[in-house]
């Protein structure tokens, strides 16, 4: 039996989105292996908006996409640095019972920049003593049956909620704190967790900003 090819991307559910994020895999030869499409594990994502013009319910939307599609989505993380989300909202978008919800996703409450590594490492630590192994899936994009390791995303809703406090502006002024602080990395914490986040749960990771 032929080995399955290794997948290491998740859809988002938004074709054209996919397809940007994607990638087309090729021999030396230049035949096309497979198609990738969406978010490639171990990497990180940034979708920025206005409030309240529906990040956090797309970000759901692309969660409910993947566990229909059969994708060994095993844990998201939901960094709820302003209040925004409860468990019955997040039922009532995933359209799934309450039981698998908040067995799914670990919502966590705060801006507490710290509770972001120590969440991880405790839950990467977990993983990786279980030591996983690969699912076969069906790529929605070309049919093809592939293996897949089970994966997790982490999402933090929102970073500007974060940095709020360190300006002395209001959590909804995304504008003003943008003015005070215009580049992710000069804060030297989050520089830290950019840096470092990829590497949790052996790489098979997804984070979402």
Known sequence: MAKLFTNTSVPTGFYFYDILC????????????TAERGFSLSKQYSIAAAQGTGKSTAIIQM????????YPLE???IFDTDNSQDYYRLQYLLERPIEFVTEKIQLIEGNV????PRTLKKASDEYKA???KPVEITNIYTGEKQSMMPYHIVVVDTYTALKCEDYDVNASDALAVA???SHLQKNLKMDNIINSIENYFDGNIVVIW
């Open 75 to 77: 844990k998201v993380f």
């Open 130 to 132: 279980r030591k996983p």
């Open 179 to 181: 003015q005070n602080q």
């Open 22 to 33: 994607g990638r087309n895999i090729r021999d030396l030869k230049g035949n096309l292996i």
């Open 63 to 70: 969660l409910q996409g993947q566990l229909d599609a059969g």
């Open 113 to 116: 920049l710290e509770d972001i």
